[in-house]
């Protein structure tokens, strides 16, 4: 069933954290659903620019409505993640997403406040809610690339400003987590100080936080084990550190990394301990299930596991 994020985000807000992760092709997809059934919990599944293009429009949705076939317990919704302004329009005005994210954060504070009213206001025409940034995160993601001395925390007072003069339903904030590639720079840690002083200048507004895989040192090294070159001291987010995030007001969890790393351990083993193998769906079989057991554990550490039975009835 796929519901609105802000209906999501008014059931978890300050209990636990909804996670929302990237897919790209059908095993993600099959894995995340089935993932979530053994979890009971609810999810966001996020469509960046690349997927679109990647897979193309109507095949990554023609894939999650299949999925939502298969697994018509699931709740979740559907999300564009840094979109641009063209792109958030066309998810909005394609009647599929539940949300947007447009991503103006690279832009002077009034133009990114221009731009996120812009999008909220053709998004709310729709009954659609807006994800917007503020502050930046270091690291490469997509087509987002912003290297360490540019990243910078979101100011609290600036976070209430935006909010009041944009109308969006949700703020990405820059509070120590990175993108992609500077995952691969050593340790994050979150700056609680910096999430609460948002909170008070927003209380019960939904955050969210980027950038906020753990990078699992087991994974990197099997990874390595199977032929890989990433660098081992790795580190991202503590996962012990999530549920603190979440009640401290942070709802939403973005997690794609994590997930790509189990996509290459699983290929790269597999291929390595059966070289005379080519049939790509034997590997792919192992992905789903690994990549449903990961999304157990993330929703554990959310919170969100056990939590889909009362999230249905508050919907209902």
Not at 6 to 22: H, M
Not at 223 to 247: Q, T
Not at 268 to 288: C, I, N
Request: one cysteine or more; aromatic letters at 8%; charged letters at 25%.
């Amino acid at each position: 069933m796929i519901v609105t994020t802000a209906a999501l985000f008014r059931v978890a807000y300050g209990k636990f954290a909804i996670g929302a992760y990237n897919i790209n092709n059908m095993e993600q997809a099959l894995g995340l659903f089935r993932g979530h059934i053994d979890a009971q919990a609810p999810f966001i599944i996020q469509i960046s620019k690349g997927a679109r293009k990647y897979a193309g429009i109507p095949m990554i949705e023609a894939i999650i409505r299949a999925a939502e076939q298969m697994y018509p317990q699931a709740i979740y919704a559907v999300h564009l993640d840094h979109g641009d302004e063209q792109t958030c329009y066309s998810c909005i005005d394609s009647g599929f997403y539940s949300s947007v994210m447009i991503d103006a954060s690279h832009e002077p504070f009034e133009q990114n406040v221009a731009i996120t009213r812009r999008v909220v206001e053709r998004a709310h025409a729709r009954g659609l809610s807006v994800e917007a940034e503020l502050g930046m995160l270091g690291g490469v993601e997509e087509d987002i690339k912003v290297d360490e001395k540019h990243a910078m925390l979101t100011d609290p007072d600036e976070a209430k400003l935006f909010v009041e003069q944009t109308g969006c339903d949700s703020l990405a904030v820059a509070i120590g987590t990175s993108h992609g590639a500077y995952k691969f720079k050593g340790r994050q840690s979150l700056h609680f100080d910096r999430i609460e002083a948002i909170q008070q200048k927003l209380p019960g507004f939904p955050l969210v936080m980027h950038g906020s895989s753990s990078v699992p040192p087991e994974e990197v090294a099997r990874i390595n084990a199977a032929g890989g070159a990433l660098d081992p001291s790795a580190r991202g987010v503590d996962e012990d550190e999530l549920l603190r995030a979440a009640a401290l007001g942070v709802t939403k969890v973005n997690i794609d990394t994590d997930g790509r790393l189990v996509w290459t351990r699983v290929h790269r083993e597999y291929f390595r301990d059966h070289p005379a193998e080519f049939d790509f769906r034997k590997p792919g079989a192992v992905f789903v299930d690994e990549y449903a057991r990961f999304i157990v554990h993330k929703s554990q550490k959310l919170g969100s596991a056990g939590k889909l039975e009362m999230v249905r009835a508050a919907l209902s």
